[in-house]
């Protein structure tokens, strides 16, 4: 492996790792209000989140393009503000976010589900506000299927490509991803270099399970 | 302890609970078939379901009146569900001591003869043990009322009698006012004064223990 | 019976020709072979069916088996290739037209680009190409870049697309301040200007061969269209386009 190569692994776990980062509160907590309550809009938000998982992940890369593009809505504060995103790192960082974020909400609204409303029925009556009873009673419990959340995310990131090309492009050094090298290689016949990023991608994957298999084990977490 | 219920109503599965009553004995019954809406009532009172009309008032603090809804959290009321929820995640010791702050639990632990438990985690307990861990919970929070769902449910017939003896112990040394709920009218006798009977959603009965639950049950299966 | 088949042909010529041409060509004759294919299509009777790309990816396509019955290259390199691996009839092989570069901005950009040298001044934060590596329009920016001594200069700019048209669109969003891409790409999008044309003297060789595929299953029908495409009338759109045409041999 080169340098080059080396570079590009590292810079990918570095912007999947801030990806992962940025989504897992808002994940989580949009799990957890879809998993406990039902209020107006709630189908709609339902739609919303699950989008980039249905919908190509170039279509979904060709939205975020439009909102943060330089014309776009949100692109032209960015750009007032003198903050590039489109071809920059910190377009790899929203495309892995957006396509990322609907793993987590699943993984953790299934595991939140899970947890019996009795454990928070109790908990409640003990005095605890709902920080408390999420924090200490809801989390810990549902922490199995958060942690398998996350994972996925990461692992979802370090793959993403389709909504990575379109909104931040393949600039060497710039926002060449993992996933985007691999693509290259396999554009030019280097098909031996291909292969060894894949190698590398697998590797990653096997030691992201791997770790919170092991986390959750030393936790004890209950079934 | 005085608790008045005035036209507590909201929906059920097959009909709309709907309770008045006025209660002042130290531990009163709440006895009815299956499916009479007794464990919702228990919800309602402890603060963990709102009710869509009516009047919750305990020792004259105002719990639920239209608009007023106080939480559970702040009700001091303690729940010992059918099933117990002790919270899996935690040892006997934590389980008590959630709902204690910096209060000291002795007391509580006493009561119901778990010193030699606390180290344990709960899923390694006996049914027995299990429900005197949940009445030292619930009591750690110095409640004003005990919400006793189906206590002896899912016990051996063999320890019927001792939980019975733990509880008469809570009512008398510790002077704790309980709500019983159950269905099985010869478990009041021993320990309530008096009791209400619920039908359908509706107080169809109260008064002395004795003379009210003797009277048969009109829907044995439930509705 | 065989005059009553030869009035049969004679009356449906298209049954008896009705073939259907799979053309493989760079994406910058997207335009120009769009307005092509109709009229030849209503000449012959024939269904021309195209796909449009960065020569590379369609020399690969074709490398790995695509079906293809013409090949339409942007620069000489991807068409030696598949030479060199008998996958086109080299019988067949010629140059049809050249191109030249041109430097574009969004339209309502105001940076002034008097020559290549601006692009690597401050105010030219990105520039789109087509991937240098490997597209023909990349490679041959990249020739032109380097004879100017400017490659070293901007190589950190440069946002590589998957083909020209990737390039153009960059500019036309304004997501890249500035792009290289041939004239007759410019002079299609109402969202661009060219900032500077650079002049064909100066400007690298350009030159799209184009070939019959050697697997095809209609190499004379096939034939038949690239003759076409060195018709008078052909050559007359073209021109129109922008492109320079190759005389035909």
Redesign the interface.
């Known amino acids: 492996m080169s340098a080059a190569e080396w570079h590009v692994v590292a810079f990918t776990l570095r912007v999947a790792a801030l990806s992962t980062l940025l989504i897992a509160p808002l994940g989580v907590g949009v799990a957890w209000l879809l998993a406990r309550y039902r209020w107006p809009g709630k189908s709609l938000v339902e739609t919303v989140v699950t989008l980039p998982l249905v919908l190509p992940p170039v279509a979904t890369g060709l939205l975020l393009?439009k909102l943060v593009?330089?014309?776009g809505p949100l692109g032209q504060l960015l750009d007032r503000a003198g903050v590039?995103v489109?071809?920059t790192w910190r377009a790899v960082v929203l495309a892995m976010m957006a396509m990322s974020f609907p793993l987590l909400v699943r993984g953790c609204r299934v595991a939140f589900e899970e947890v019996?409303v009795?454990?928070e029925?109790?908990?409640?009556?003990?005095?605890?506000?709902d920080w408390r009873v999420f924090l200490?009673?809801t989390v810990?419990?549902a922490l199995r299927g958060i942690v398998g959340g996350l994972v996925l995310a990461f692992a979802r990131a370090i793959g993403e490509f389709g909504a990575t090309i379109v909104v931040a492009?393949?600039?060497?050094?710039r926002t060449r991803t993992l996933a985007l090298a691999i693509y290259d290689d396999v554009?030019?016949?280097h098909d031996d270099a291909a292969f060894r990023l894949l190698g590398v991608a697998a590797a990653i994957a096997f030691v992201a399970l791997w770790t919170s298999e092991a986390v959750l084990r030393r936790r004890?977490?209950?079934r | 302890m005085k608790l008045e219920l005035d036209g507590v109503s909201f929906p059920l599965a097959h009909f709309d609970l709907d309770v008045t009553a006025r209660l002042s004995s130290i531990t009163t019954g709440i006895f009815g078939p299956s499916g009479a809406g007794k464990t919702s009532l228990l919800e309602a009172i402890a603060g963990l379901r709102r009710p869509r009309r009516g009047r919750i008032v305990l020792d004259d603090r105002v719990f639920d009146d239209g608009d007023v809804h106080v939480p559970a959290r702040h009700r001091r009321i303690g729940y010992v569900p059918q099933e117990n929820a002790l919270f899996p995640h935690m040892s006997v010791l934590r389980n008590i001591r959630y709902g204690a702050a910096d209060a000291p639990v002795y007391e509580c632990v006493r009561v119901v003869e778990i010193e030699h438990l606390l180290a344990r985690r709960v899923t390694t307990l006996s049914g027995g043990e299990q429900k005197r861990v949940a009445l030292a919970r619930a009591l750690v929070t110095a409640p004003r009322l005990l919400l006793l769902d189906e206590p002896l449910a899912g016990l051996d017939r063999a320890l019927h009698g001792r939980i019975l003896d733990y509880l008469r112990r809570i009512r008398d040394e510790l002077r704790v006012a309980m709500l019983y709920v159950t269905h099985d009218p010869e478990e009041l006798a021993g320990i309530a004064e008096e009791t209400v009977v619920l039908e359908r959603g509706r107080v169809v009965a109260v008064g002395k223990t004795a003379e009210v639950a003797g009277r048969p049950i009109i829907s044995p299966g439930g509705p | 019976m065989r005059r009553l088949i030869l009035l049969f042909v004679l009356l449906f010529p298209t049954l008896a020709s009705a073939a259907t041409l799979h053309v493989s060509a760079a994406a910058s004759l997207t335009d120009v072979l769009q307005e092509l294919a109709p009229i030849y299509e209503k000449h012959t009777g024939d269904t021309v069916l195209f796909n449009f790309g960065a020569s590379s990816l369609l020399a690969r396509q074709i490398q790995e088996g695509a079906p293809a019955d013409l090949f339409i290259s942007a620069d000489e390199l991807k068409m030696d290739s598949l030479q060199q691996r008998r996958l086109i009839v080299a019988a067949t092989r010629r140059s049809i037209l050249s191109n030249t570069l041109a430097i574009i901005v969004p339209s309502d950009s105001r940076v002034k680009i008097a020559s290549p040298a601006d692009l690597a001044g401050d105010s030219i934060r990105n520039l789109a190409l087509a991937e240098p590596q490997s597209v023909p329009a990349g490679i041959y920016a990249k020739e032109y870049l380097r004879k100017l001594r400017l490659w070293q200069k901007i190589v950190f700019k440069v946002v590589p697309t998957d083909n020209v048209r990737g390039a153009l669109a960059a500019v036309e969003s304004g997501n890249a301040d500035a792009g290289i891409v041939y004239k007759t790409d410019a002079l299609i999008s109402k969202l661009v200007r060219i900032a500077y044309e650079v002049p064909a003297a100066e400007g690298p060789e350009i030159s799209y061969p184009a070939a019959v595929v050697a697997d095809s299953k209609q190499p004379a029908a096939a034939q038949r269209l690239l003759d076409f495409l060195q018709s008078p009338r052909a050559q007359g759109v073209f021109r129109k386009y922008g492109f320079l045409v190759k005389p035909r041999q």
């Open positions: 393009l593009g330089r014309r590039d489109v071809f019996n009795r454990f029925q109790v908990a409640r009556t003990l005095g605890a506000s200490t009673i810990p419990l492009g393949n600039i060497p050094g554009q030019l016949g004890g977490a209950p």
